[in-house]
């Protein structure tokens, strides 16, 4: 089983793609959905992409934001992270650090598209690495 912790970023660019069938983001959170990969969740993150995908600027449908939602949550494993003294260049992506480290013996990959937010991680890869790794 391959864990992922998936950076809001990396669903925001899903949803807004044009070309759903080109999008690498849609191609990773349709393996979610479709069980080749597991998200690993905590309450932060959870919190994370409901404030984000919510934000009127991105005009996303509401019940699909929903339906989304709810299906991480059931395809995902949750975790309670312990707190750790690493300093990112944004705060808000600790939460997503911290869950990825409790899978990382595991193999765990932190899917994100910023990848100068998580200078010195060694599970960190984008989207496109994540995609040829995988062979989704």
């Not at 999008?23 to 409901?50: H, Q, R």
Request: charged fraction near 25%.
């Amino acid at each position: 089983m391959r864990y992922v912790v998936i950076d809001t970023n990396v669903i925001v660019s899903a949803l807004l793609a044009q070309d759903r069938q080109r999008s690498v983001p849609f191609a990773i959170l349709e393996s979610v959905f479709l069980g080749k990969i597991t998200p690993v969740l905590s309450k932060e993150i959870m919190a994370e992409y409901v404030s984000v995908l919510n934000r009127d600027k991105f005009g996303f449908n509401k019940e699909l934001v929903k339906t989304i939602l709810e299906e991480l949550k059931v395809q995902g494993v949750w975790v309670t992270p312990n707190r750790t003294k690493k300093v990112l260049p944004d705060p808000k992506d600790v939460c997503f650090y911290e869950a990825a480290v409790i899978y990382e013996d595991l193999g765990v990959c932190l899917v994100t598209g910023n990848m100068r937010h998580y200078p010195d991680c060694s599970f960190a890869v984008t989207p496109a690495q994540l995609k040829e790794r995988l062979d989704v």
